[in-house]
């Protein structure tokens, strides 16, 4: 990559990468954010019509754990990971009588699972395959494709008698179709490399990264015997077991992480009414509205849901105070669902000195106030986080010792 480490970082988000560094960013929302701390990421993708969020956050979390280890800017392929955990996938599902879910969503543990057993490999390696793609950001294939593996993996259910021993390769032939071959070696920069050595070669570990969530459906990882569970959500097909803290010493573990100039994988519920397609992400006093926006009663309650989503989300306004209780709720009726994976880096204030997480999204940068970047409010963040994947040297220390790490 040619682009300066700073360079990259201003294309994303008009920011300095320097952590003591304040810039102020203005739109016509009505919100002013001043930068607090921001780490070094990579440039804002676009996953397009795909469900693969997951991957799209998970690696550029560790594109920033290589600029911070290596001071150097790599470009991991997307498409490399998500062939591999398709497949994965499938077999699970077939394993399991087709009683689970084959769906092109995941979790950023399938990005690390990658990582441990099949490496990784830069972008100009596996590209990916653009049928009839007017833009070099966008993948217009997955579409098609997660329909016609879905067809493949569901009609194994209808086999007569017991599968064939190829029924694999039938499917990793429609993967190697539709996003081209997963090379087993390659030539980058001038070296060969298998896709394990070439991860190797970037200081990345498998074993450095854990999930944190907080519910309290299974008790705290504190408690001896309850190191971790299994995060009950459709997409955590592979299992992964999380440590489970108090909503306070999640907090902690993610602003500790900032400080210290890490960033984190986020999975998180955006279907509420408080995450805006402008950058903006808060969770809004809905009941106290018309008061809290200044608006007369009897045009607030002839306002449609969008006019007053908009009246709530365009400037600061009072949010709702966020409880562990109110967490579990959402959780248990779920309304907190695992609905999009984002990269958290940064934190800022607006111009009351509310704090914001700055996060870096997968949808591309035009039509957005922030170039592709959120900002998160604190009670956004408390309310909406499903889970984190961080490296455990992020974590503070008095935590990383109750945990066991």
Known sequence: MKKTLLAALLAVSGMAMAQTESTEQ???SGFVFTTIDSVAITPVKNQHRSGTCWCFSTLGFLESEVLREKKKEVDFAEMFVVSHTMVDR???VVRMYQNAQFAAGGSAYDVIYCLKHYGLVPQEVMPGIKYGATKADTLPVHKELDAVAAGYVHA?????GKLTPV?????QAIYDTYLGVCPEEFTYEGKKYTPQSYAASLGLNADDYVSITSYTHHPWSYEEGHPRFVFEVPDNWRMDLMYNVPMEDMMRIIDNALQNGYTLAWGADVSEQGFTRKGVAVVPDVENGAQNTGTDMAHWLGMDAKAKRDELTKRPLPELEITQEMRQEAYD???NTDDHGMQIFGRAKDQN??????IKNSWGTQGFDYNGIWYASTAFMQYKTNDILVNKKAIP?????????
């Open 397 to 405: 220390k008095d935590i990383r010792k109750k945990l066991g790490l």
């Open 90 to 92: 499938a077999e699970y």
């Open 353 to 358: 000195g509310k704090i914001y997480y700055m």
């Open 333 to 335: 009726n779920w309304e």
């Open 26 to 28: 203005k739109a016509d």
């Open 167 to 171: 029924w694999k390769k039938g499917l």
């Open 156 to 160: 194994l259910s209808r086999s007569l």
